[in-house]
């Protein structure tokens, strides 16, 4: 027999009627309100019919009763719809995605390098490094402004130096290339440097091509030349400054910090 | 469920068996899924929050309790998730209350989709009843009577006293009754 409650107690004393419910037929009410003092008065207040639907409303009694009785019924047997539900297509492998397959989660070694990952692929990241690796050159190997300022100061002299050779060079084979482009010395008695008059059409205008090309190509060779030579002018690549020295002068040594 | 199967998977689970994880995420996730959604109340917020139970529990599956411990172990580990997720929810955007309507799952338009819809209004019907219950009273009843836990295991989970978790119960299922009943009527006049 199992042990119910003030309420169910209450309840049970009651039906729809409003009469009591016959105690003989109920061992567990009758046990109940054997031990029970209150339930004993609300019992003899009842029968007196001191309570008499003073206090509860027809409607909410009704529903008290039927919520105790075939309410609770229902309630018990549908209950165990809520015990599981479908959770829709894809949620397992959802769930899967976010734990075993999800190399963040197999391990601390695998956690250590998704991490990383996800630091490295921050936008900021190649800043945050550039920022580091200055901080650690400055440390190491003091001020890099002082390498820059004695390298502006000697930018003239190092290319002095560098770029008087490969100039010579180059300018001597221009002057081969030119040599090589000019016409030819007209042998004596070969008359004009044009096709002869007896040739045939297309091997004169084949000739005055060729000769229009020479003449344009050596043109375009002169340029280069004196550009060339213009350049060479400004950078001092002459015989006597090639020797200059491209160690640092006593300028700014570069600074430590 | 099938007790020695869950004894078995969840040993190879904490072995750190693969397959043996899948197996327990697809015969679990209905019942989390269900647990989740009693709380949540909104069927997307309970696939995060069943998701979120199930990373927790993957995270901790070395220190899966074995044999009848787990059980009660997995339901106060949801438990806890969900009350952590709603106080987040809270903060996050205002509670609403449950639609009864959107609680009812769309019926398929196939063989047995009567009896479907049917089941599935009970289902909302019986929702929408536990959202009217008070917190401790709905979490009695969820572990109780919903998944079967026994008074001193939801006591344990609920951190409340042994007596307190017996006289709610009883009174709690008449309350969802009523309101069950409440329901029905609105519905039948409407």
């Known amino acids: ?257 | 469920m099938d007790a020695t199967d869950l004894t078995s998977l969840v040993d190879r689970c904490r072995a750190g068996d693969a397959a043996a994880w899948e197996a327990f995420v697809r015969r679990l996730q209905g019942r989390l899924f269900a647990l989740a959604y009693s709380y949540a109340g909104d069927r997307e917020d309970a696939r995060d929050l069943a998701q979120e139970i199930f990373v927790r529990l993957y995270e901790a599956r070395g220190q899966w309790p074995a044999g009848d411990e787990f059980l009660p172990w997995l339901f106060r580990v949801a438990r806890n998730r969900s009350v952590d997720y709603l106080r987040r929810r809270s903060v996050r955007r205002p509670a609403v209350a449950v639609d009864e309507a959107a609680v009812a799952e769309v019926p398929d338009p196939a063989p047995g989709a009567e009896a479907q819809a049917i089941e599935s209004d009970r289902r909302g019907l019986l929702h929408a009843a536990l959202r009217g219950l008070s917190a401790i009273n709905r979490e009695i009843v969820i572990l109780r009577d919903v998944h079967g836990l026994s008074v001193q295991q939801v006591a344990s989970i609920l951190g409340v006293p042994l007596g307190t978790v017996k006289s709610r119960a009883s009174r709690a299922r008449v309350e969802l009754a009523a309101r069950v009943m409440a329901l029905s009527r609105g519905r039948g006049a409407a």
């Open chain 1, 1 to 257: 027999m199992s042990a119910i409650t003030c309420d169910q107690a209450r309840a049970l004393m009651l039906d729809p009627e409003g009469s009591t419910a016959d105690l003989a037929h109920r061992p567990d009410l009758t046990a109940h309100v054997a031990g029970c003092a209150g339930c004993q008065d609300w019992m003899h207040e009842f029968q007196r019919g001191a309570l008499a639907w003073a206090d509860v409303p027809a409607v909410d009694f009704t529903d008290e009763v039927l919520a105790r009785t075939s309410g609770l019924e229902t309630v018990m047997r549908d209950i165990p719809l809520l015990a599981e539900m479908d959770p829709g297509p894809g949620f397992a492998e959802r769930v899967l995605l976010a734990t075993s397959k999800n190399p963040a989660a197999r391990g601390w070694r695998a956690r250590v390098a998704a991490a990383w990952w996800t630091m490295v692929r921050r936008p900021r990241f190649a800043w945050e490094a550039a920022y580091v690796a200055t901080v650690c050159w400055v440390l190491v190997f003091g001020n890099p402004v002082g390498a820059i300022e004695w390298s502006a100061a000697n930018i003239g002299t190092v290319a002095r130096e560098r770029m008087a050779p490969p100039v010579r060079e180059i300018r001597a084979d221009l002057e081969a290339w030119r040599a090589t482009l000019a016409p030819e010395p007209q042998a004596v008695g070969a008359g004009a440097a044009g096709p002869r008059a007896d040739a045939p059409a297309v091997a004169r205008i084949w000739q005055a091509a060729v000769e229009w090309m020479r003449q344009a190509s050596s043109s375009v060779v002169e340029v280069i030349v004196r550009a060339w030579d213009a350049v060479a002018a400004l950078l001092g690549a002459e015989p006597g400054d090639a020797g200059a020295s491209t160690e640092p002068r006593d300028g700014p040594a570069r600074s430590r910090q």
